[in-house]
């Protein structure tokens, strides 16, 4: 089974599943390089090298008899850095990290970056829809957007669900929890009463 | 014994209708998000953070404390039901259990399941309320400095032991102490690497990291490769029950929770490790060895038995020391900090009604997660159901939610995303992170305690290693740090829970867990940490 070729409308479960999967699960050999994990450890030591050079901006004020707010950013600048070096050195000789498990991965399954792409366009506009809109309507078609993304049939199923379960959410936390959320004018208008 | 008066106390003060009430909620909610694939405990009391605006201090603890137990009964059935691999620490339940639900058993390893973690729970609890003022004897008296030495040794634990890979583990750890950094500093007032962006000054806060890390990044993660077509759940049919299987669970359970629970108490403890070592040992002393990897009830009961009283051991130096060592723990302990109590040695006498409650909540909590799981298995098995799209689509939703109820400022979602993201590629390319929550929580009271005693000192380094206490907790500290990654280069790859399954047990038993244990895992702590 882990040999087969993923194929996405296939479930990839049959009667030796567990098995199967479990197979699939050993890491695979590694071949070559991985750019997105050097990526990743350029990034760490960057970050190492910022903390390093900007913590030499942080004022020290007044007397300085004791240790002042530079030294736990030097030493954490360092190991960062430290780490980023050792990383980087095991990347290079074909060291590849295990990708992260969890029960709705298929590990056999390759990246989907249009669905990560759909997602982060979506929850980016809703963050800046919220204050426009209200959340609950910001809110239902983000969600709409996702579940579409993430495999949802239709138009109409996605925007009820959402619409249903981000008004339900909102009236409980806002007027039983009193937390701060914008309704938009019309649900705001709507529930004034209660 | 005083610790028994003391529960007594607590126990009284946890059976008021409201506090029934939350600890209610807390379960049925824990249960119903370990159900849930891709929700943990972790980030639901992330989410849950908000609510401490509204909530008195016991009610709000009673609720997390709920999550926090009923996150691992849900936990089990999902690996029990589920065809798919899971988290790390239900992954050695998943091996038999599935194979047990294969095999038409699927409703005795529920309730083994079950009957395990309540009596472990229960065991672990109690072991918990006699240990706790004890531990607070010990540590009544520890300098700054020997607290820094237990920061760091959780730091390095966090780290190093229990992820799949080492370096990884410091860097997450890295980052997160980064992320901690940022604001102003508390002692002197100056600003630290916050760009010069004002709403940085204030720190970015711990709400939008957990939330960002465990539940945008997860989502992404997912969204990236998931698995397409209906979800398969196994039937929990099959006899319930018997009194052979009984007979065949008692020991395990036992075993398990005294495995679990000392090794769940030490600051780098988790619930992982102990799982494994459970599962090792039941496979060795096992009657029917013939039955494991093909559905043995025995590999189900002790590691389940293990997991559930690492989960009340970790609670021991949280409460005592105020040291978390699991992602969950130190969400509990941000609860605890935004009411402006601290925990730590002094938490038992100045806030003793709020933690012989807390307490008591978890022994009464406990009882109703077996009345809630052992009848209405099926209702579970339902959630489990829940089509992804909408699944992920919702945990954004309550993301959004919940980040966004802290400063209602949107800023704070672009953050989220931006954090989300990074929590995203950690998972594709294995940096746990879990190091990353405790490394931000945990850093800025590392920080303030070496401080402090560098104060004392005025300046002399020599001053950390002054107590025989930092000493020997710097030099296991140095130890979990050189010992993984010299094992590494020495001997390669760890074996995987498979090979382990398949009988290759542990390769060095002497200083045994750390190699068979962590193999393959990657979020440290597993079940508890999402």
Redesign the interface.
């Known amino acids: 089974m882990s040999g087969a070729a993923p194929d ?6 049959d009667a030796t ?2 098995h199967a ?3 699939s ?3 695979a050999p590694p071949a070559g390089i ?1 750019r ?2 050097l990526a ?1 450890v350029v990034l ?1 030591g960057a ?2 090298l910022y ?1 390093l050079l ?2 030499a901006n ?4 007044g007397s300085s ?5 530079r ?3 030097y030493l ?1 600048g360092g ?2 850095l430290a ?2 070096l ?2 980087g050195f ?1 990347v290079l000789r074909g ?13 056999d ?5 249009p ?2 792409g759909i ?2 366009v979506a ?2 506009g ?3 829809l ?2 426009v809109i209200g ?1 609950p309507l910001a ?1 239902t078609l ?3 957007l ?7 049939r239709g138009v109409v199923r ?1 925007l009820l ?2 619409g249903v ?2 008004v339900f ?1 909102w009236i409980v ?1 806002v007027k039983a ?5 914008p309704g938009g004018t019309l649900l705001e208008l709507a529930t004034g009463w209660l | 014994m005083g610790a028994l008066g003391d529960l007594a106390g607590g126990l009284a003060d946890a059976l008021t209708p409201v506090n029934l009430l939350f600890a209610l909620l807390g379960v049925v909610l824990g249960t119903a998000v370990g159900v849930l694939p891709g929700i943990g405990p972790a980030m639901t009391v992330a989410l849950l953070l908000p609510i401490t605006y509204a909530l008195e201090p016991t009610a709000a603890l009673i609720l997390f404390a709920g999550i926090y137990y009923g996150g691992m009964y849900g936990g089990s059935t999902t690996s029990i039901l589920l065809n798919t691999p899971g988290e790390s620490s239900s992954i050695m339940t998943a091996l038999e259990g599935n194979q047990m639900a294969k095999a038409g058993r699927g409703a005795a390893a529920l309730a083994t399941a079950a009957l395990g973690s309540f009596v472990a729970g229960t065991i672990a609890t109690l072991l918990l309320a006699l240990v706790a003022p004890t531990v607070v004897d010990l540590v009544i008296g520890i300098t700054a400095a020997d607290y820094f030495a237990l920061a760091v040794l959780a730091f390095v634990a966090v780290a190093t032991v229990l992820g799949s890979s080492p370096l990884r583990g410091l860097a997450s750890l890295g980052i997160g102490l980064y992320l901690g950094l940022v604001g102003t500093d508390v002692l002197t007032g100056q600003e630290r690497f916050t760009l010069g962006v004002p709403q940085l000054a204030d720190g970015i806060d711990v709400v939008v990291v957990a939330v960002a890390l465990f539940a945008v990044g997860e989502s992404l993660y997912v969204a990236s490769r998931l698995r397409r077509g209906p979800v398969q759940v196994i039937a929990a049919s099959g006899p319930w029950f018997t009194r052979r299987d009984l007979r065949r669970s008692v020991g395990p359970w036992l075993r398990g929770t005294a495995l679990g629970f000392p090794l769940g108490a030490l600051p780098a403890g988790g619930a992982e490790i102990p799982t494994f070592l459970s599962y090792a040992t039941e496979r060795k002393l096992t009657k029917h060895p013939e039955e494991f990897g093909k559905g043995a009830i025995e590999g189900v009961a002790g590691p389940e038995a293990a997991n559930n009283a690492a989960a009340a051991g970790v609670l021991v130096p949280l409460l005592t020391l105020g040291l978390p060592t699991s992602a969950t723990a130190a969400i509990i302990l941000v609860a605890f900090q935004s009411y402006g109590i601290q925990p730590g040695p002094t938490l038992l006498t100045s806030e003793s009604t709020l933690v012989w409650t807390l307490i008591a909540s978890l022994l009464v909590g406990n009882l109703m997660l077996l009345v809630l799981n052992l009848p209405l298995a099926r209702v579970w098995v339902q959630v489990l159901r829940v089509p992804r799209p909408y699944l992920y689509a919702g945990i954004l939703m309550f993301a959004s939610l919940g980040c966004y109820a802290v400063n209602a400022d949107p800023l704070d979602l672009v953050l989220l995303l931006a954090i989300g993201l990074l929590g995203f590629a950690m998972r594709r390319y294995g940096w746990p992170v879990a190091p990353a929550i405790v490394g931000l929580i945990l850093g800025p009271v590392a920080e303030t305690n070496l401080r402090r005693a560098l104060a004392i000192s005025s300046g002399d380094l020599g001053v950390l290693l002054d107590t025989w206490f930092s000493r020997v907790v710097l030099a296991l500290a140095l130890l979990a740090l050189v010992v993984p990654i010299v094992l590494r280069a020495v001997r390669g790859r760890r074996s995987t829970p498979e090979e382990l399954a398949a009988g290759e047990g542990l390769r060095h038993p002497d200083h045994g867990h750390r190699e068979s244990v962590g193999a393959r895992t990657d979020g440290p702590g597993g079940e508890e940490e999402r």
């Open positions: 996405p409308d296939v479930s990839t479960t599943g567990a999967s479990a197979a699960r050993a890491p991985s997105g994990e990743m760490l970050l190492g903390l900007d913590a942080i004022a020290v004020p008899n004791t240790i002042g707010p030294f736990f950013p954490v190991v960062v780490t980023a050792a990383l095991r060291d590849r990290g295990p990708a992260d498990e969890s029960e709705d991965v298929d590990p399954a390759p990246t989907s970056w669905s990560v997602i982060v929850f980016l809703h963050a800046l919220i204050n959340w809110v983000m969600f709409a996702v579940a579409w993304a993430l495999g949802a996605p669900a959402g379960l981000s959410v936390f929890l009193n937390v701060a959320l």
